[in-house]
């Protein structure tokens, strides 16, 4: 059974930082692609940053320059590291993977989801 489990989502202040994490289980795959997104109360769901199984890395450019996506030494954890942040990066998060071919991480199609960890940016 496939599972994605995200933490360190909660309430910070404009400007401030915070770290997500996502934990990946059961995937039936090993070259994969894990990524974030955000969906904020009556927006639609939005693409914030992926990255491959090799490393290749892509964000939106909403978030490039303040946030850093990462993985760690087993791969199957991604990290989220936000900075700067704003009020309008306030939203649920959520992560998602699926199979790749190659070094760019796509943007679209994600299989597999987590259930989601809300960040406010208090103004």
Known sequence: QVQLVESGGGLVQAGGSLTL???????PYRD?????????????????????????????DSVRGRFAISRGIRKNVVSLQMSSLKP????????????IDGDYPPRTDYEYWGRGTQV????
Do not use: H, K
């Open 88 to 99: 309008e990066d306030s939203s649920e998060y959520y992560c998602a993977a699926r199979r």
């Open 32 to 60: 994969y692609a894990m990524a974030w997104f955000r969906q904020a109360p009556g927006n639609e769901r939005e693409f914030v940053a992926a990255m491959s199984w090799s490393g290749g890395r892509t964000y939106a």
């Open 21 to 27: 994490s996502c934990a990946a289980s059961g995937l």
């Open 120 to 123: 406010t940016v208090s103004s």
